[in-house]
């Protein structure tokens, strides 16, 4: 039986326009509290404790909402109050709106695993329409190289379908992807497609962009999925992995590959709030994310779930 924390941040900076997840804007005075006494009164607490004692975790996703919104010294004094000797693996959510140095020294300090960055477009006029905040590309490539440096895999997320949300996105997207590989040099780049498109739509961009996809693997393999098109992609809206290295780490906790992604996973969301029940995947959810070649839950089953994200 795998085990997770997962520590959750319902803060972000903007509410993006795409954006489905658990967040909300608040006062730096709410976020502060949320960070300096909320979490930690929670983690300090005697349920928490138990569950510790009880439960042997192999990893600490820290995800939100936008961790990062949170200072690196606040997080040191978070970190503090897990025992993280005996977890395994250790990962992080961050935004380029709100990621420092300090918090690139954090994750190296505490021997992170994995930090993915939602970049979602390079365009800075995509990014203002959708109520995001950029930043440039060379300071992109400054923190990327130095999450790098410190032995960290590096993933950005890129979402396509952001801009017109129909198939003329396609090739602008691919560009953009194309940029990250070969500028910013993430070890990891997760493609996404938006999912307020209409599944008609959806099919489109699917097509178009397996069939670019396809043509840029080199360097960057896809080591989640075939490049082939399939309905179960649209159905259940797959996610595209590229790695140029540490391509086993997706699958490093799971003994037997992909097939056993969703299998005796159990997750608990400890917020401000508390710490909510367990959550383990049900059988006929495995069978889904099994279906085809998908190895990954859709995002409204990860949610309902409420599974830590790889």
């Known amino acids: 039986m795998l085990k997770a924390l997962y520590l959750h941040t319902p803060y972000c900076k903007t509410a ?26 929670v983690l300090s607490s005697k349920p928490f404790k138990d569950l510790l004692t009880n439960n042997n975790f192999k990893e ?4 939100g909402g936008t961790p990062t919104i949170g200072s690196a010294q606040q997080w040191r004094n978070i970190l503090e109050l897990i025992p993280l000797d005996n977890i395994a693996m250790l ?27 939602g970049v979602q477009s390079l365009r800075k006029e995509v990014l203002a329409k959708n109520n995001r905040i950029s930043r440039p590309i060379d300071e992109l490539e400054r923190i990327i190289f130095d999450i790098n440096d410190g032995g960290i895999i590096s993933n950005i997320d890129l979402l396509c379908g952001i801009d017109k949300k129909d198939v003329s996105d396609v090739p602008y997207f691919l560009e953009e992807v194309s940029t990250a590989m070969l500028l910013i040099n993430p070890v990891s780049i997760t493609i996404h497609i938006d999912i307020n498109i209409a599944t ?3 099919r489109e961009i699917y097509k178009e962009l397996l069939r670019g996809l396809k043509k840029m693997e080199g360097r960057y393999t896809c080591v ?9 992609d649209v159905m259940l809206n797959s996610e595209f992995r590229f790695m140029r290295d540490r391509k086993d780490f997706l699958f490093r906790q799971i003994a037997a590959g992909p097939t056993k992604l969703v299998k005796n ?6 917020s401000g709030s508390g710490i909510d029940h367990q959550v383990k995947e049900k059988e006929s959810i495995r069978e889904i994310a099994d279906s085809e070649s998908s190895y990954h839950l859709c995002k409204k089953y990860r949610d309902a779930l409420q599974l830590p994200f790889f």
């Open 16 to 41: 993006c326009s795409y954006c489905v997840y658990d967040s909300n804007q608040a006062s730096q005075e709410e976020i502060n509290d949320y960070f300096d006494n909320k979490l930690p009164e």
């Open 265 to 270: 996973w159990t997750t608990w969301k400890i």
């Open 91 to 117: 990962c992080t959510e961050c935004s380029p709106s709100t990621v420092t140095e300090d918090h690139v020294r954090l994750w190296r300090d505490y021997k992170f695993d994995w930090v993915s960055m």
């Open 224 to 232: 989640n999925h075939n490049l082939v098109y399939s309905e179960s």
């Open 200 to 202: 008609e739509t959806l």
């Open 60 to 63: 600490l996703y820290c995800g």
